[in-house]
């Protein structure tokens, strides 16, 4: 089918790609609906589309999983769940995606699922809260297995996703896990470091496996710090593991690469290390990739990946976002004359990408997160959470368009797609995912300690949402509430399964605000142990099969 740039115009903007763009949730599984333009569309659909009306829910600071009509859920996995008869799943879930087992088959296939951090009290029981409580080895060994990620499989039936129980695929990755370095030289002595943890968002890659984030890394082993004359100090951890764990700050920040089927687990050093929210891969005709990454952090970078060799991540050059002024910037340290006054080699300017990002010039900003690709313009979306430091309270969309439509052009042009408060009905952008139809669906992220205080700028969003802004119909172009958290919650993770039917989607640290297990703030998911519990639901029902409408068109 044809893709005529010149006549299709959505309200994202006129489309400046030269080849058919497939959403990054589709790019493994051949038996997959494609989506379309309105050129391709009957008469009949396109009325429909144009009919097209949502039903917007109100902000809502109720302890429970709110829908709009048109909408169930069901729980496919929570905390604590057997996924084999050595493992359990993991604690405060983020990130997921979902790859068939068989590509004729959309329902039955593997969920990889991030866990990105604990809360020591549910965990572990240690109080944090109380300086008399000590915490013990025991304690932190919990709190170790809780965190990385999970692969389960699951299957639809009946309309209802299970978990396949002690299927031979379902196997945990955690802070214990030993896990290899795809770089030609050592990081702080190593080839290969012990496990991965802060695993916020991810992506998948053309050969069918997983990429997990990591991105507060600096919260269980510390970090190393650098002054002004290039003298290193360490700087303590949150949690303080690196009091039972003498493991260099330097083995975390990377993204991971996770082979679903084998279980093998790598860091790709080429990608920077940074606080990496997620890492959303596009492959070039000639099958090399090119890859997107947000540091989530208050001033600090966009940058992309280009390979230099077919599927790699390894073999490639680094580039940060000079955004004022629509430039890629290789932090290359042989080309680079200013990177060589301060890094050794190329290893070094990768390890301290944020020092290195700040010497070329890079346009710091709010929080960059989560990235996805309009799989009808290719134009790349950003999230820009907040900037509280800034007075930026509501956080912002990013729109990039590469130049000329090519996701290895060295220039872009950048530009606010849509803004966050109360004139356009939402808070904090975190996670985004296009559907079949090119819907944008965005979960928020407004912190639990913030929410719903009289006093302060989220008192009218209450608890955190899913929302979507549809391309078609009476409401184009509008930030619609579809879904409203348990307390303290916040939504992540949105990936819809291969026919568009189902979104995936975490419930991330329900009840964060507990400091007395007798009295969590949320009981969500309300089972039988009434405390909360972090959990994957699977959302269905007529109104995302309505939205997935052009799914259905014929070529």
Known sequence: MAYDRRKFITFLGKASLGAWITPPFLINYEGAATPVNAEGASKDTLEALKQLALEALAASDKDDLLLTKGLDYHTVIKWGDKISEQDTFGFNNDFTCFIPLDEKNPKDGLLWVNHEYVHPLFVSGFDYKNPASKRTKAQVDKEMYEVGGSIVRIKEENGQWKVVENDPHNRRVTAKTPIKLNWDHPIEGKTTVIGTHSNCSGGITPWKTFLTCEENYDSFFGETEYDENNVATKRPSRYGWEKFYNYPPEHYGWVVEVDPKEGTVQKHIALGRFAHECCTLYQLADKRVVAYSGDDKNNEYLYKFISSKPQSLKEGTLYVADVENGKWLPLDWESQSVLKTKFKDQTEVLIRAREAAKLLGATPLNRPEDIEI?????????????????????????????????????????????AGGEENGFSCPDNLAFDLAGNLWITSDMSGSAMNKAEGPYMPFKNNSLFVIPRYGKDAGKVIRVASAPRDAEFTGPWFSPDGKTLFLSIQHPGEQTTDLKNPTSKWPFDEDNIPKPAVVAITGSLIEKMNKLNQIED
């Open 374 to 418: 309009d799989p009808i313009t290719g134009h790349i979306f950003v999230s820009l959470t907040n900037n509280k430091s800034k007075n930026d309270f509501h956080g912002s969309i990013l729109k990039v368009e590469e130049s000329e439509g090519a996701f290895d052009a060295l220039t872009f042009k950048a530009s606010t797609y849509k």
